[in-house]
């Protein structure tokens, strides 16, 4: 098991530029999570899936949007991007009495 | 309103003394809490869960409903506990949404 996979580790945007993040997973977890951390503020979640065709907004999803079209992935788009969006990005998944899975991150910088 | 309080941005101690990172939360239901561990630059990882009453790497956690607090509890704290430690809530329901507290970084001094 791969557990859950994030790509990239890094990216560097110009303003107004959009890119996806991708996040896999290979547990056949029906819950799916993105949260970003920033310093002093915790995680927040952004949009979250209970299952593949469905997701919803979580605490902070404006500048966001998601899909989940299969129960492994769960791509998370930035369309344009602003500097507020500089974070370090974590994908995470769960089961059934599993705990939160959480994958390596992706730190993303917008200039 | 379903919110998880960490009160220390920042604990430093010394090697050998004992550690307690403080969380406090606010649920109408049965709460169901964890912590969580992130060394540096690495990825979040479940430390323990309340409901397995367990001891990792020799901290533990009792939940007090009186108190509405799941405190984190080392006796003798090493360097490699140097982290920062994440309480959070399940919201459960539908959503099974895991609300996070602001973390505090603790800082084990040689």
């Known amino acids: 098991n791969a557990g859950v996979t994030q790509t990239p580790k890094f990216r560097i945007l110009k303003i107004g530029q959009s890119m996806t993040l991708q996040c896999t997973q290979d547990?056949?977890?029906?819950?799916m999570y993105w949260y970003r951390q920033d310093p002093g503020m915790g995680l927040k979640l952004i949009y979250y899936s209970v299952g593949a065709g469905i997701t919803d907004k979580g605490e902070v999803p404006n500048g966001y949007n998601v899909s989940r079209s299969t129960t492994e992935d769960f791509p998370l788009r930035l369309e344009l991007a602003a500097p507020s969006q500089t974070s370090v990005y974590f994908c995470?998944?769960?089961?059934?009495?599993?705990?939160?899975?959480f994958g390596n991150g992706t730190r993303l910088t917008v200039t | 309103a379903q919110r998880v309080t960490q009160p220390e941005k920042l604990l430093s101690v010394f090697k050998g003394a004992p550690v307690e990172l403080k969380c406090n939360y606010s649920?109408?239901?049965?709460?169901?809490l964890f912590w969580y561990v992130q060394y540096s630059r690495q990825r979040l990882q479940l430390l323990l869960r309340h409901i397995s009453r367990e001891s990792i790497k020799g901290f533990t956690a009792d939940l007090n409903k009186g108190e509405t607090s799941f405190h984190l509890k080392k006796p003798f704290a090493q360097e490699e506990d140097s982290a920062m430690y994440y309480c959070a809530l399940l919201s459960g329901g539908a959503t099974n949404k895991l609300i996070f507290g602001t973390g505090t970084l603790l800082a084990v001094q040689p």
């Open positions: 995470a998944s769960m089961g059934p009495n599993s705990p939160l899975h």
């Open positions: 547990m056949n977890h029906n819950y």
């Open positions: 649920y109408s239901g049965s709460p169901e």
